[in-house]
Structure formats: C-alpha cells, structure tokens
C-alpha cells in the first residue's frame, strides 16, 4: 500500500535517534510541520546503551523545550547516584585516582547554569523527547519506516520510505535534516564530503550484568571505573543500578576476530575476582575522526553523527548533536514562517561546523590517553614500589584527564562572534578552554545565566524567539521604535524588564538581545537602530553556492 504526503512548508527529518528527536522538537514547537522516519519503533530493541551523559548545555536545551523533567524522570539513576569517576588496576583492585561531579552531574546551587548534567541511557533520553513529540499535532512520527531514497530538487525534497510490513511512504516536504548518524542515507545521498581520518581505532562495547559486583567487592558505586591492566585496559561503566554494565575496550587490533571467550576474560580481569557475571551481547564499533566540509546541502542538513565523527570521550557526541538541532531548527523554523531570508540557512555551517573541529580536535587529544596509553610497567605490584607507581601516575591522570571529565568551558564557553548574524561591540571574550569557564555577555557567547529575585532562572523568562533584555531603572528610549520596526518586519520578539544593577553588571551592559538559542546577538548601554533586525536574521546575506540544490 501507498501513500503521499505532500506539504511544502514541512521539515522532513532522517533519524529519531536523541539528536534527529531534538531537531524535531525544536522546530515542532515553533508551529512547523515536521516528519520524522526512523527504522526503530520499540526502544528496547536498542540493545546496546550508549550516550550516558546529557551534559550541561544540553539540559538547557531541554529546560527550553519542556523535556528536562520527564528526561530525568526516565533515567535510571536518581539525583544521588554517585558522579565519581575512579582509575585503578581493577574494581577489586588498587584506586590510583578520582574526579568527582564527573561531567558537574551533581546536584548544585551554582549560578552558571541552571540545573545539572544527567546520567542516563541513550534509549531513556529517547522515550522523554518522545513523549514531548506526541504532544505536538504538527508532528508526524513514521517510527518503524526507513528511508530508502531521498533526493530533492529546486522547490522541495523527496523521501521514499517503506515501514516493516511493507507499507510504502512517498513524503515530500520544503527541507531534509540527515539525523541518522554515522551511515547517514542523507549524507551519501546528497554528496556531503567528509574531512579528516578513517578508522583510528577498532573498539568493542561488552554488556554484561552482575547483580552481587558491589556487594562481593564491597565496591563504592561509581560512573566509570578505569580498569588499567596490561591485557585488556578498559573502563567499566555502570548502565543500570541494578547491576548492569559495559565494558568498553578501545584500540584493539581486529575487532572482528574478537570472540566471546575474550570478553569473558576481559571482564574477568577488569573485575580482579571470582564474583559471578553473565555475557549479554558485544557491539563491535570503528572509531573515525572527520567532520563534514559543508553542514548544508540544497535543501539537505547534517547534524550529529552524520555531520561528524570522533571518539567518545568526553561525552561530546550526542551533546554537540543537539546543539546543531537548536541552530538548525530555528533557523528552519524562521524561514518557513516567512520572515527569515533563504539566505539565513547558509550560516547553519558557518556557527557549528567550528565548533565541530575544535570538539573533535578536543576528543581526539582526550583519546590518546586512554586506558591503552595510561598503563604502566609496576602499576599492580603490592607494597612501596606500587604505591610509588601508582601515585606517579595519579597526578598525570588528573592532568591529562581532566578536559575529558571537567570540560565546562567546552559545554558552555564557545561563541559564535565571528558569525555574520552577530553584531560586534569591538571587545573580545574570554578565551575558552576545557576545564574552566567564565560567564560573558560579548556578542556570540551564551547568554549569561542567573537566578532572579522571585526563585526563577533568568533564561527561563527569555522569550521563544528574540529577547530584548532592560536592566535599567529608568524608561528606556527607543525601546518602542526597536520593538515596532521587528514587528514591522514579522520578527517574533519578548521584552523583558529586570531592573538590576548585578544584571547589568553580569551583561557589562544595560541592553542585550538574545537569540532564539540563548546566544546574545547584541549588546549596549543605547538601543541599537532598527535596521539591527535586518543583520540577526541574515536579510543582509547573499546566498551562498550551498543553497543550490544538490544530488
């Protein structure tokens, strides 16, 4: 049986993985029409646990779409489980070293950021932002369908989609978001040119469950504990508090000749014991590290995976992924609502693709100090000679490890000031680095966060598209005429009035307008001249080569 949907003014997304789900929801909730097609329809055929770690920016992003609560309430792990991340020989072991509030997944009261990072499983993050989806009736879900061909031409893009019972899907719609991952149908099919290195490391994932492993060891639950030893280094990470865990082994020479004798003994070894496992499956994966040259295509978008690849350390992957869904869907959402340029697609590319690389770059610097590359001739010998060993090298792993474990100048001190939509005040920001961050209101950073008078957070109160922010005492001049002429121009815009001198402080201005992503677009103590509107959304861009339709 055969079916069309036609809609001109739809978003069709490849891919209902966490970061294609994020795409959908945050052009969703802005009125667009969205399809979504994915093979998977039961989540619990995901075996394999994945993303464990929602990171800092990407609670905000959930905060913003209503998914964090039902996030968090899906995980496993409750707001106490422990947020340690432990090095030693093996879990019945010696301890060399720890980060503790690994990926700041502890509860806080800090001001940098509204609420902590989560622990969860990939398919838990799934079943929250699904369950936000079925709340939008502009939003179709063809779970159980997958997309066999796509193309597109000048006016539109094309999906040819068959579900499992063989019921056949002809979609059509205004653009395409390619969040299908690392053997994306929508990156081959339009021709985006991947960048950098193939096959860096062979690696294999082994599940296995053992219900008595914390009790038998009298081990401190943890959220990954390294296990350095010379025959199979690895580390060991809590999945389930139940007693399920993965095992993740990274450089091995053929990870197709790797058998399930060699994951009993790897397991074995790591757990230092005779405490009872059981084998439940092995996913053997490849390990790249490139990015794609264009992030646009025509009508064609990649996000994720299908826009990059690096190791997974530091938990980037998923993150970034749904960073590129924020840009992206906005920016998808303005132009078909009319009052954004073709044009304004084009700086999808020009905001996150740097911002790729220099995650890339920082996963692969994290990668060459794995489990592999951190054991040492002596590190289980007993006695003075071992302890010597070990203490030695706890103080490089707390060097070298803290950018993948502590990262929050990753998560939230990039900026996009050298964007064509950003409006510069002539001063520079911090400059970032992994372990540190330094909250800045510059032109292109994420807007400062901070917890107003009445309990609530600051970016809670930002409206769903620009926000003009007054910190001022006083009534503010052109304000009115600022507001009228975005109206004029159709630009969705909130004002919001918090009288503060720490606000103004915090800001290092009076006024801010901030982006539909919580980016600040501009900043002053005078409100800028209406033609502003024209530069925050790209109406004085010319379209670049990338927007010609591409097979």
């Known amino acids: 049986m055969e079916h069309a949907t036609q809609a001109t003014g739809r978003v ?37 646990p994945r993303a464990r770690i929602v ?33 030693r020989t093996s879990l019945a072991g010696y301890k060399i070293a720890a980060f503790g509030d690994a990926f700041f997944t502890a509860p806080t009261d800090t001001a940098l950021y509204p609420e902590p990072a989560i622990q969860i499983r990939q398919s838990d993050v799934e079943f929250g932002i699904r369950e936000r989806l079925a709340g939008l009736p502009n939003v179709e879900t063809l779970y159980g369908y997958e997309a066999l061909e ?30 299908d991952g690392g053997r994306s149908i929508v990156r081959r099919a339009f021709g985006f040119k991947m960048i950098g290195k193939t096959a860096i490391s062979q690696n294999v994932q082994i599940l ?59 397991v074995r070894i790591a757990i230092g014991s005779d405490v009872p496992f059981r084998i439940i499956g092995l996913d053997p994966w ?23 690849q690096h190791s997974t350390y530091g938990a980037h992957g998923m993150n970034l992924g749904l960073s590129d869904a924020a840009d992206i869907g906005w920016k998808l959402a303005a132009v078909l609502q009319g009052w954004a340029p073709e044009a304004l697609l084009d700086t999808f590319t020009a905001e996150r693709r740097p911002i790729g690389v220099g995650v890339l770059e920082e996963a692969t610097r994290s990668f060459s100090k794995s489990a592999v590359d951190l054991v040492v001739p002596g590190i289980s010998e007993p006695g003075e000679a071992g302890d ?76 769903q598209w620009f926000t003009v922010l007054d910190f001022g005492q006083g009534q503010a001049e052109n304000l009115d005429a600022l507001v009228e002429a975005a109206e004029k121009d159709q630009v969705p815009v909130t004002v919001l ?28 103590d005078v409100l800028p001249l209406a033609s502003l509107w024209a530069t925050v959304t790209g109406h004085v861009l010319q379209p670049s080569a990338a927007a010609a339709p591409a097979n």
């Open 497 to 524: 009035r918090r009288p503060s001198q720490e606000l103004e402080a915090l800001y290092g201005a009076r006024f801010a307008i901030i982006r539909p992503d919580q980016h600040v677009a501009w900043r002053g």
């Open 55 to 87: 990171n800092l920016r990407s609670t905000e992003h959930f905060r913003r779409w209503g998914v964090a609560d039902t996030v968090r309430e899906h995980s496993a792990f409750g707001p106490t489980w422990p947020t340690q991340v432990q090095f």
């Open 12 to 48: 069709i997304v490849i891919g209902a993985g966490p970061v294609g789900l994020s795409v959908a929801v945050e052009i969703g909730l802005r009125g667009i029409p969205v399809t979504i097609v994915d093979p998977v329809v039961d989540l619990s055929e995901r075996l394999h």
């Open 388 to 463: 010597a060993v070990r203490a030695a090298l706890s103080a490089v792993i707390l060097k070298e490890k803290a950018p993948q474990f502590r990262h929050i100048g990753t998560q939230l001190g990039y900026s996009y000031a050298d964007s064509p939509l950003i409006i510069s005040d002539g001063t520079t920001g911090p400059e970032r680095t992994p372990n540190s961050y330094t909250p800045s209101a510059v032109p292109g950073y994420l807007a400062p966060h901070a917890w107003l008078a009445d309990g609530t957070s600051l970016y809670d109160n930002f409206g």
């Open 208 to 266: 296995f469950e053992s219900k008595d492993l914390y009790t038998a060891l009298n081990l401190e639950p943890a959220m990954q504990y390294w296990c350095l030893n010379d025959e199979f280094p690895g580390f060991v990470q809590t999945t389930s508090p139940d007693g399920e865990f993965i095992l993740s082994l990274h450089k091995l020479k053929d990870v197709n000749a790797f058998t399930t004798e060699q994951a009993e003994r790897a």
């Open 286 to 308: 490849v390990i790249h590290a490139r990015i794609a040259e264009a992030y646009r295509r025509g009508r064609a978008f990649v996000v994720g995976d299908a826009a990059r």
């Open 150 to 179: 796509v193309s597109q031409d000048e006016d539109s893009v094309h999906v040819h989609a068959r579900s499992r019972d063989g019921e056949e899907r002809h979609l059509t719609g205004a653009y395409i978001v390619g969040g």
